[in-house]
C-alpha cells in the first residue's frame, strides 16, 4: 500500500511540475508524502476556485498539464455548484480503474441483470442534448449525464442500463423538467422486466414507490392508450394496464415489488440517514431484495471501492490518490497534522483529503469516513457523513453520531421510519433539537414519548460535547415532529421541481434553513 502511494505521488507530481501550481509549490523538490505536506497546505474547493476558474475560461496549464474536457458539477454542503475539472490523464489513471471495479459486485453477484438492455432502471443516467458549457468550450455536467465513450474513448464505460427504452426518451421534454422526465422513464419501464435499480443517491430510489402511486393512474392511461406523456408512442397494452390495474385492486397500495417481481438488487450509498431507512425500502421492492453499497465517491474524486458484498464499506482506492486523513472531531486548517492510510484505526472516523494527477491537491473533500476494517493492510472505509457540525451552543455534533444514536433507539423500540431531519429551536429561552420524523408505520405516543428519551441518552453517548450541553443546560431535551409517512418524498419532489437534478437532491439530516424545514413540516420554526 505504502509502495502504490508513493508511485501514485510521484506520478501526479512528475506530470504537473510545470504547471503554474506545481511551479508555486515546487512540485520538482518533492520526493516523499512528508515533502508534499510542508509544500502544500490543505486547501478546499475555495482555494482551487482562482486556478479553476481561469482554467474553465480557456487558461493552460495552471493545475493539470492536461486541458480538462469535461467540468463535473457538484453541489456540495452548500449548494453551490462547483467545476471540477476532468481530464484525459486523470480519467485514465484515477477514475476509470477505480469505476470498472465498482460494477464488479453487482455484475458478478447478478450477471443476468446485463443479459438485456432494459433489466436495469438507471435512475441516475440523464443525458443532455445540449449541456452548459463554460467560457472554454467544455461540457459543465454532473458525472451522470457524460458519455464517457464519445468523450474519453471508452466504449465499455457505458453503465447499466443506459441503452434501455427510457435512457434517450423519444419524446421532448425540457431540460430541467426532472419530474416529467422521471415520470416518462417510470411510465416505460412498466412494460419491462425490471430486474436492479440503479441510484448512488439512496433518495431517489426511496422516491419510486411514492412516484409509482402519485402516478399510478397517468401511468395505467399511457400503457393502455399507447402514448407517453399523452403523446402516441408505440401499440396500445391494455393487457399490461389491466394487469396492472388488478395489481392495485387486490394489494390495496402499488409497490415495487408486485410491478417488477423480479428486483433483486438496489444499488446505491446504504450508510448515514439511509440505512435507517433501507430495510423498510427494501420490502417494497421484495424479499430477499439486497442492497449493494456504491462506491465512496466524490465528483472531485474517488475514495473506496466495494470488492465484495460488504453491506456499507468499499477498500481504499490506493492506486487512484495521495490520500490522507484528520481525526473527525478535529477541526481542519491549512497546517493540520495528517495520518497516512497505514495509520487509520478500525472503528474511528476521519476527514478524508487527497492530491490526485487531475489538478487537486491535498484538497479536503468535505466527506468523513469510518474505517471498518483492514483487508491485507487497506482500510476498508464507509462514507459517515458530510464534515459540516450541528453546533448551536458548542454541542458539535456529526452526522454519522446522530443516525447511530438514532438506530439506537429505533433498534430499543422496534419502530421504523422512512427518513428523519433535525434541527436547533430556540423555545422560551432555551435551545433543543426537534427530530421530524416521518415513522415508517403508526406511532404511540408512549412508543414516541419513549423514543425521544432514549435518544437524548444515545446522543449524550456518542458525543461527549453534547452531553456536556445537556449538563450545563445549554440544551435541553430533544422533542419530536411526527410527519406524514410521505412528507419526506413530498419534500424531495418539490426540491426536484425547483430544477434540482435528482442526483443532487439527497438526504439532509442538519437543516437549519427555516423556509425549507416549513416546506418538510409544514409549520413555522419557532
Known amino acids: 500500500m505504502r509502495g ?22 515546487g512540485f520538482d523538490r518533492i520526493r516523499d508524502i512528508d515533502d508534499l505536506r510542508k509544500a502544500v497546505p490543505i486547501q478546499d474547493y475555495a482555494a482551487h ?17 492536461d486541458r480538462p474536457v469535461v467540468y463535473f ?52 443516467h440523464d443525458p443532455l442534448s445540449a449541456p452548459p458549457t463554460t467560457a472554454d468550450g467544455q461540457p459543465h455536467v454532473g458525472a451522470s449525464q457524460v458519455d464517457f465513450g464519445e468523450k474519453f474513448g471508452e466504449p465499455l464505460s457505458a453503465e447499466l442500463g443506459t441503452a434501455a427504452p427510457w435512457a434517450t426518451l423519444p419524446v421532448d421534454v425540457a431540460p430541467d423538467d426532472h419530474l416529467e422526465k422521471m415520470y416518462l422513464r417510470l411510465r416505460l419501464a412498466v412494460q419491462s422486466d425490471v430486474r436492479c435499480l440503479i441510484g448512488i443517491n439512496p433518495a431517489m430510489i426511496a422516491a419510486v414507490p411514492y412516484q409509482l402511486e402519485l402516478w399510478w393512474d397517468r401511468i395505467v392511461r399511457d400503457v393502455r392508450d399507447g402514448t407517453l406523456g399523452g403523446v402516441p408512442y408505440g401499440s396500445p397494452d391494455p393487457h399490461r394496464a389491466a394487469e396492472l390495474e388488478r395489481l392495485a385492486a387486490y394489494f390495496g397500495v402499488v409497490n415495487p415489488s408486485q410491478v417488477w417481481p423480479r428486483v433483486r438488487a438496489l444499488f446505491g450509498w446504504t450508510t448515514g440517514v439511509a440505512s435507517l431507512y433501507l430495510p423498510a425500502l427494501r420490502e417494497r421492492f421484495g424479499a430477499g431484495v439486497q442492497a449493494l453499497p456504491a462506491p465512496v465517491a466524490a465528483s472531485e474524486g474517488p475514495v473506496g471501492v466495494p470488492l465484495d458484498r460488504h453491506g456499507s464499506a468499499g477498500s481504499l482506492v490506493v492506486s487512484a490518490a495521495v490520500y490522507e486523513f484528520v481525526d473527525a472531531d478535529a477541526d481542519l486548517a491549512p497546517d493540520t497534522q ?62 454519522s453520531q446522530v443516525v447511530r444514536a438514532l438506530r439506537t433507539a429505533l433498534d430499543a423500540t422496534g419502530l421504523g421510519i422512512s427518513n428523519v431531519a433535525c434541527r436547533v429551536e430556540r423555545q422560551a429561552g432555551a435551545s433543543h433539537y426537534v427530530f421530524a420524523v416521518a415513522p415508517h408505520t403508526s406511532w404511540q405516543a408512549a412508543e414516541s414519548s419513549r ?29 419530536l415532529r411526527l410527519l406524514d409517512p410521505t412528507a419526506f418524498h413530498q419534500d424531495w419532489h418539490a426540491a426536484v421541481g425547483s430544477g434540482i437534478r435528482p442526483t443532487q437532491v439527497k438526504d439532509r439530516l442538519f437543516r437549519q434553513d427555516d423556509r425549507l424545514w416549513q416546506r418538510l413540516t409544514g409549520t413555522t420554526p419557532a
Not at 476556485?49 to 498539464?65: F, Q, S, V, W, Y
Not at 484525459?88 to 438492455?117: C, G, H, K, N, V
Not at 487509520?344 to 469510518?370: K, P, Q, T
Open 451 to 479: 423514543f425521544a428519551v432514549l435518544l437524548d441518552a444515545a446522543l449524550q453517548r456518542e458525543s461527549a460535547d453534547y452531553r456536556r450541553a445537556r449538563a450545563d443546560r445549554r440544551l435541553c431535551a430533544p422533542a
Open 49 to 65: 476556485a482562482p486556478l479553476i476558474e481561469r482554467t474553465a475560461a480557456g487558461e493552460p496549464n495552471l493545475l493539470t498539464a
Open 73 to 124: 458539477t457538484s453541489s456540495g454542503s452548500t449548494g453551490a455548484h462547483k467545476k471540477i475539472p476532468i481530464t484525459p490523464r486523470f480519467m485514465r489513471t484515477t477514475f476509470f480503474p477505480f469505476y470498472y471495479a465498482a460494477w464488479a459486485p453487482l455484475l458478478e453477484s447478478f450477471p443476468d441483470i446485463a443479459q438485456r438492455p432494459d433489466a436495469v432502471l438507471n435512475l441516475k
Open 4 to 25: 502504490q502511494q508513493q508511485r501514485v505521488l510521484a506520478d501526479l507530481v512528475d506530470f504537473n511540475s510545470g504547471t503554474e501550481f506545481g511551479k508555486q509549490y
Open 338 to 399: 495528517t495520518l497516512l492510510p497505514h495509520e487509520l484505526e478500525v472503528g474511528r472516523e476521519y476527514h478524508v483529503i487527497f492530491s490526485h494527477v487531475g489538478g487537486l491537491y491535498r484538497y479536503a473533500v468535505g466527506d468523513v469516513i469510518r474505517v471498518e476494517d483492514l483487508v491485507d493492510g487497506v482500510p476498508r472505509v464507509a462514507y459517515a457523513g458530510r464534515a459540516n457540525r450541528s453546533d448551536a451552543v458548542g454541542e458539535r455534533l456529526r452526522e
